[in-house]
């Protein structure tokens, strides 16, 4: 079975310091690695992505670092803010087979002011 | 341009009655999922589609059945509603390709009692 193991499953963060989720997979298939980030009663949007080919990669405060040979990847955003609490997801895809997407189990991000 | 829809955003069902949960794109997408999410979870995909009149099983796809009949719609059907099936439901669409960004709906949250 394809995994994506995510961890912590929660994480409180005080504002201005920086948030780091991890995300570990199995399926040496997968060539996408895509963030999602998900506010209460909201469903879930694409924040940032990365492919295998580059080892980060960085969009405003959030950056994706990425390790091939561990297989792991991982989410930070830096000057955490209030606005940035929400539960975010990493997840996986293969080339083909229309794209599915394999999630992690989520982390819950708060961020005290 | 709405994105995904979903309808209805809510529902209570009795054990044993059906539904169908609808949902809608107008992004002009050939890849449409439904995925579940429980409490604390992370998504679980139920069935996807690359096309209208194509469609095939994801990861936990018993007790529902879809159908693909247009571009625009992806329809989920409970033909007899159980307890496990209790959840918040999200139907996405995407381009095929090497775009793999995946747009949410805003999700249903079921019931049943």
């Known amino acids: 079975q394809q995994q994506v193991k995510q961890s912590p499953q929660s994480l409180i963060v005080q504002k201005g310091g920086i948030s780091i989720i991890n995300c570990a997979y199995e399926n040496t298939a997968f060539d996408y690695f895509p963030w999602y980030q998900q506010f209460p009663g909201k469903g879930p949007a694409l924040l940032i992505a990365i492919r295998p080919d580059v080892s980060e990669k960085k969009e405003g405060r959030f950056t994706i670092s990425f390790n091939k040979s561990a297989k792991q990847f991982s989410l930070h955003i830096m000057d955490s803010q209030p606005g940035d609490s929400a539960t975010y997801f990493c997840?996986?895809?293969?080339?083909?087979?229309?794209?599915?997407?394999?999630f992690g189990g989520g982390t819950r991000l708060m961020v005290k002011p | 341009n709405a994105g995904v829809t979903q309808t209805p955003k809510f529902r209570i069902l009795k054990i044993g009655q059906s539904m169908t949960l609808q949902c809608t794109q107008d992004m002009n997408h050939n890849y449409m999922y439904w995925y579940r999410q429980d409490p604390g979870m992370g998504l679980k995909l139920i069935y996807y589609?690359?096309?209208?009149?194509?469609?095939d099983k994801g990861e936990v796809p018993n007790g529902y059945n879809v159908s693909r009949s247009t571009t625009e719609d992806f329809p989920l059907r409970l033909e007899l509603a159980a307890p496990s099936q209790t959840s918040v439901y999200f139907c996405a669409s995407s381009y095929s390709g090497m775009e793999k960004t995946q747009y949410f709906g805003p999700g249903t949250r079921l019931l049943v009692l």
């Open positions: 997840a996986a895809s293969r080339l083909g087979g229309g794209n599915m997407l394999t």
């Open positions: 589609s690359v096309g209208a009149g194509i469609t």
